[in-house]
């Protein structure tokens, strides 16, 4: 089980060492195309990415590589090595979500304070990192029961793991929400994604029991976590445009996500039947997205996504469907009322467009919808039964 740990050490490390040699090709990519500014803000993306993956996948393998050495009893041979990955362990959390955050268009910037228990933790254990070996050898030994590094290194794996779970459980909920909101069909490549989350906080979920409770179960925890990361390893060569499927949906679904964000949906929806049922904004031919949004009060693009995402209709359509309604109202409720008149009366500015759309929503042309409508109350009324005659 020993050499599958120190073989996860080893991949992380290599994945840590294709992510900066990536950047390293992105960063030199073809300067002829310095001046085009959407190329160079794509390069600039693929550097910062691919930089993030190797920060983060060096972070995991100095974690990985002191699980190795433990596990084995090798630390006696590398004690400037003895528990320098505990700040590793707190920064493994906040470059995790910052990679995913980055890599699906979010905020490349992580609040300093997402680093503070990394820094903190390494300012703890200075004075452990400045022992001599023999002091160090002694407290690997177990010959200082007393030494309070012992209770103070426990206490810090247990909450940088502990705290490493907030992270994924965040993205796994984040993703999950946008794979659930999708308007159209989910997209498949959320899925990994979601196992890949939940698998990481099933191995974190191993570590904090195994640190608090039973600390047998740590052998099994490394290999889970060798497993998990094997799986990464396997997930990028099984599908190359994984990951760039997964930033075009996620982009999207983040995209659609924060045109409406912070609205009361149910509130502006309400508002809005009521300034086309009562109000009858409609009527005004010069109505536009704009003019309505201004109304309700939000953004005209936040109008449009209501309209599309909530109602299934755009702007037009919309409109429209108020407009034809009210049209046909006027042919059956004024019948010596002209049809160019009933078209500009109910919001319409053009003819050919209103009998357009009328033939398309009705299956008629106006002339015929009053003709029909009227021959059907004339058969209805003369089908009645007559008043009884007292």
């Not at 992510?19 to 693929?46: C, H, I, M, Q, V």
């Not at 304070?113 to 001599?132: Q, W």
Request: proline share 4%; net charge neutral; with cysteine.
């Amino acid at each position: 089980m020993n050499t599958f740990i120190a073989f996860g050490a080893g991949l992380l490390f290599l994945l840590a060492i294709s992510g900066f040699l990536n950047s390293r090709k992105n960063r030199e990519s073809d300067s002829s195309y310095a001046e085009d500014s959407d190329f160079e803000t794509e390069r600039k993306y693929l550097v910062r990415v691919e930089n993030l993956s190797g920060v983060l996948f060096f972070t995991a393998g100095i974690v990985q590589l002191h699980l190795y050495l433990e596990l084995s009893d090798q630390l006696s041979s590398a004690l400037w090595f003895f528990n320098l990955h505990i700040p590793a362990v707190f920064l493994i959390g906040p470059l995790t979500y910052l990679y995913f955050e980055t890599l699906s268009g979010g905020s490349s910037i992580l609040r300093a304070f997402h680093f503070f228990p990394a820094l903190g933790s390494a300012i703890v254990m200075l004075p452990f990192y400045l022992r001599n070996g023999e002091r160090k050898a002694a407290f690997l030994a177990h010959e200082t029961p007393l030494d309070p590094f012992h209770t103070v290194i426990l206490t810090l794996l247990v909450l940088g793991t502990i705290s490493n779970l907030i992270y994924p459980i965040g993205l796994f909920r984040k993703v999950w929400r946008w794979r659930k909101n999708s308007s159209e069909k989910r997209p498949v490549s959320f899925l990994p994604f979601l196992f890949l989350f939940a698998g990481t906080v099933f191995v974190l979920s191993l570590f904090a029991a195994a640190q608090i409770f039973y600390m047998p179960l740590f052998p099994t925890a490394s290999a889970c976590l060798t497993i998990l990361i094997c799986s990464i390893f396997l997930m990028s060569v099984a599908n190359p445009d994984l990951t760039r499927s997964f930033v075009k949906d996620s982009r999207e679904a983040r995209y659609k996500e924060s045109r409406i964000s912070g609205l009361d949906l149910n509130t502006v929806l309400i508002r809005l039947d009521e300034l086309m049922t009562v109000k009858r904004l409609y009527l005004d031919e010069n109505l536009t997205l704009g003019k309505l949004a201004a109304e309700l009060d939000v953004q005209t693009h936040q109008l449009s996504e209501i309209l599309n995402v909530r109602l299934g209709k755009s702007f037009r359509e919309y409109v429209t469907r108020f407009r034809l309604e009210e049209a046909a109202d006027l042919l059956l409720g004024e019948p010596e009322r002209s049809i160019l008149s009933v078209l500009y009366a109910s919001g319409f500015n053009s003819k050919s467009s209103f009998h357009k759309l009328f033939q398309e929503y009705y299956g008629c042309s106006p002339s015929e919808f009053r003709n029909r409508e009227s021959l059907k109350k004339r058969r209805d009324f003369s089908n009645a039964d007559p008043p009884d005659l007292i």
